[in-house]
């Protein structure tokens, strides 16, 4: 494996939710990487990157609020560990790992080997179940407390997190309702099993609610947030579980993410339950639930999409990031950085 000179990354040079216009690709020597490599630190060749919809809340300072450019951004990717530290084990080199850190969109980058998970292959269906499957995962059994012969319902349904969502709870045994925004999405849930599919576009969300699931759903996967979570916090049955991942719907918006306000006594005569979720809070359960989470995708019983949007190469991030925030997407949307024989998995 030849050694490059130099390589691109993705760096943030301005504040903002506008992704294309405060990142540029800039090109870094390799060494200025690798020198004085710390023991336990390995180099990672990346192979695809993973969009996610909160990258643009990361480039605009709602997570780092100090944070002064230029940073690196992304979070996540799928790589090949190509140099290791000396007490990292030789035989590490050559072998895949999900790395999920800030500054994720660079085609080489340095991590603590701990820090990794290891996985089987280099199959690009596998960086999905990193932050939307581990997001999914955990949520649902630790936040949402799900049992089964519950009635389940996922927002944002045919998104990266959206379908694992709703692929666990029906495996958990449960009744799953899921939102999109078009036939094709529709399409897509029914095939991995979502009983209740239904399209805003076409159909009243909050009627169909209140028709057919009169006494409310037991679990909400929320992550679009506004009259979205209104509609799903108003259909929570008695001792109904909401958890919010995320408020999608604002990222994109002049002002930048942006929360609900939640009405307590719409919780207190129901016994109901609002919990927010964030993943870094839950590293401890990691290497557990990906192990489940692997398992169920090389046996077949989870079904990944992946939407790389005909997009290659690190000069094309920005267009990933693009493509997620305009709804279009049906998966998990991937950048390869490597030739694939498909534009869409």
């Known amino acids: 494996m030849s050694t490059p000179t130099t390589f691109k990354k993705v760096q943030a040079i301005e504040i903002g939710n506008d992704f294309t216009k405060v990142t540029r690709v800039i090109e870094t020597k390799y060494n200025d990487l ?26 605009n300072a709602k997570y780092v609020p100090n944070i ?20 990292v084990p030789k035989e590490a080199i050559g072998s895949y790992v999900l790395v999920a850190q800030y500054g994720a969109f660079a085609e080489y980058m340095k991590t603590s080997y701990k820090a990794v998970i290891q996985v089987p292959s280099s199959r690009i269906e596998l960086l999905s179940l990193l932050t939307s499957g581990l997001t999914s995962s955990i949520a649902l059994e630790e936040t949402g407390r799900m049992k089964n012969g519950e009635t389940v319902l996922v927002t944002a349904a045919a998104g990266g997190a959206g379908q694992i969502a709703v692929q666990l709870a029906k495996l958990a045994g449960n009744h799953v309702i899921g939102t999109c925004s078009s036939d094709e999405k529709g399409a897509m849930l029914k095939s991995i099993g979502c009983d209740r599919v239904i399209n805003y576009k076409k159909e009243d969300f909050k009627s169909v609610l209140k028709n057919e699931y009169p006494k409310g759903v037991d679990i909400v996967f929320e992550s679009v947030g506004g009259s979205f979570f209104n509609t799903c916090l108003n259909s929570l049955a008695i001792k109904g579980r909401l958890i919010v991942i995320g408020t999608v719907s604002t990222y994109s918006a002049g002002s930048g993410m942006q929360g609900d306000q939640v009405n307590t006594l719409k919780l207190l005569g129901k016994s109901r339950t609002v919990a927010g ?27 990944i999409e992946t939407d790389t949007a ?14 997620l925030h305009s709804g279009k997407n049906k998966g998990k949307v991937v950048v390869p950085l490597i030739p694939i024989k498909n534009s869409k998995i």
């Open 68 to 87: 002064k450019p230029p940073f690196d951004v992304g979070f996540e990717a799928l790589g090949q560990i190509v140099q290791v530290g000396s007490a």
């Open 277 to 303: 979720f964030f993943l870094p809070d839950y590293t401890h359960l990691y290497g557990s639930h990906m192990q489940k989470l692997v398992k169920l995708l090389m046996n077949g019983q989870l079904k």
């Open 310 to 323: 005909g997009l290659n190469g690190i000069d094309q991030v920005a267009q990933g990031v693009e493509y």
């Open 34 to 59: 690798t020198k004085n490599l710390k023991p336990h630190h390995i180099i990672v060749k990346n192979l695809y990157l993973g969009i996610n919809a909160s990258d643009v809340n990361y480039t």
